[in-house]
């Protein structure tokens, strides 16, 4: 997983065709779909990569 829209793994849905209803609180909180912490954990690090201010995870 490089990007946002990556899948966690083979357990995530989110797609063109089938879009997740939460996807951006997935993307800086999840995964919210199921339990994985070395999911969570390269969510974390994407967060981390792209976050370019304090405020990142404010909005």
Do not use: T, W
């Amino acid at each position: 997983m490089e990007k946002f829209i990556d899948p966690c793994c083979e357990k995530c849905f989110n797609s063109k065709e089938k879009p997740c209803d939460q996807f951006v609180e997935c993307c800086l909180e999840g995964p919210l779909c199921h339990e994985s912490e070395p999911c969570k954990k390269a969510r974390e690090a994407i967060v981390d990569k792209y976050s370019h201010s304090s405020a990142f995870r404010e909005h």
